[in-house]
């Protein structure tokens, strides 16, 4: 296990063992109190039996919070509202056994769930079933950088790398024009080829990522250094409520928010962020204008992949608020693109799920690192680089 899990496996074991012992004691106390089952003396011997009470009840309580506090900050798919909830309830009768319950369910799901994964990726190490020919680039959408410390990607490059993947990012500026990203990100895949002699790269880009990489493959050059292209939840069609909501924002809140964002990223490290160009390079308009001049190049292969939100309830703020106004212009979508805008290249998969959760935008990239039924993130990606593997690439 991971040092993060044999935490979180520590804390819900001291859990189990509150919950076991109070099940054992605090009915022998009953008892014994209550005359049910006469004890000789107990009453004669009242105080040596307080003492017994109160340093039971201490061990009983360092042992909760032992749990609790180890369960807090390790469980990854513990949401923020269960913790607000936990504690809340913590001192109200009832509730803070139904709260503990809740959180006990919770983290044992995770343990399972991550010590499959963990045995799976065992048994399979030595097959290195994600080791490709070229090196994989992960291209980030908008609105975000490549920071050392906060992936984009989640939990996903490093399942990608345990099975054998070599991974570099595209580490242009969070937003920009689609011109002007893809041609940071073509300096970026020539000074990868340049450095390491791989001769080519497979890109991996989500969102606008991937309009950024079909720009870089296709007017930069760098159609010699890529050997394929999959574009994950990408609005390659653009967004028409994009156009709805550029059209009805007046100019002077549009320019404050643009300088708002633009002079934050700047202190982030972005050299030229362009608030107001990067969102104008994503309405329908401008993907269709986009579309007419950039073409497919020969020798790259393109896939795509896009998913389905199956309600707004599913999708975490501010995606669960998109979501409807999405569907009104765009239709099934996953909380920021329509199904109809994903679809790229000769091998198209859609994703959905059972149920009212569904695959947002977010969760395509493990934006919430949450384990998301029916679906396994980092299994997917696995699977895709795996699939690149199988091709000779």
């Not at 343990?111 to 994989?136: H, M």
């Not at 099975?163 to 002007?180: D, F």
């Not at 990203?181 to 969102?207: D, F, M, P, Q, W």
């Not at 909380?335 to 059972?354: A, I, M, P, Q, T």
Request: hydrophobic letters at 40%; aromatic letters at 10%.
């Amino acid at each position: 296990m991971t040092p993060r899990l044999r935490i979180l496996k520590r804390g819900f074991d001291r859990l189990v063992l509150f919950c076991i012992s109070c099940l054992v004691i605090i009915p022998v106390y009953i008892i014994m109190w209550t005359g049910i089952t006469p004890v000789p003396g107990i009453r004669e011997r009242f105080g040596a039996w307080i003492a017994v009470i109160i340093i039971t009840t201490v061990i009983l309580t360092i042992l909760f919070f032992a749990g609790m506090i180890r369960v807090y900050i390790s469980s990854e798919q513990l949401a923020l509202k269960w913790r607000i909830l936990g504690l809340v309830c913590g001192c109200i009768p009832i509730l803070n056994l139904i709260m503990l319950i809740k959180i006990m369910t919770v983290v044992s799901a995770e343990l399972k769930f991550e010590d499959t994964r963990l045995k799976r990726d065992e048994e399979r190490k030595d097959e290195r079933i994600c080791a490709t020919k070229y090196p994989i680039i992960l291209v980030h959408g908008v609105f975000f950088r490549d920071f050392a410390y906060l992936n984009y990607w989640g939990r996903i490059p490093a399942a990608l790398e345990g099975n054998g993947a070599v991974l570099y990012y595209g580490e242009h500026q969070s937003a920009a024009s689609v011109a002007e990203c893809g041609r940071e990100l073509a300096e970026r895949i020539e000074s990868i080829v340049r450095e390491t002699g791989c001769e080519k790269v497979n890109i991996i880009a989500h969102s606008k990522g991937g309009l950024d990489s079909r720009y870089a493959i296709s007017k930069c050059g760098c159609d010699k250094y890529v050997a394929s292209l999959t574009t994950i939840n990408t609005p390659h069609r653009g967004c028409e409520f994009a156009d709805y909501l550029l059209g009805k924002i007046p100019e002077d809140q549009q320019q404050s928010i643009a300088a708002a964002y633009n002079n934050a990223f700047k202190k982030l490290g972005d050299e030229k962020p362009d608030f107001l160009e990067a969102v104008g390079d994503l309405t329908h308009t401008a993907c269709k204008r986009f579309n007419d001049e950039i073409k497919d190049m020969p020798g790259v292969i393109y896939r795509s992949v896009g998913s389905r939100l199956s309600h707004s309830s599913g999708g975490r703020f501010p995606l669960n608020m998109s979501y409807h106004l999405v569907k009104y212009f765009d239709g099934e979508n996953d909380g920021l693109v329509g199904r109809d805008s994903f679809e790229w290249g000769s091998d198209y998969r859609y994703l959905k799920v059972n149920g009212n959760r569904g695959i947002s935008h977010g969760d395509m990239i493990d934006l919430n690192r949450e384990n998301i039924p029916d679906f396994d993130v980092r299994e997917f990606y696995v699977g895709l680089v795996k699939e690149l593997k199988d091709m000779g690439l």
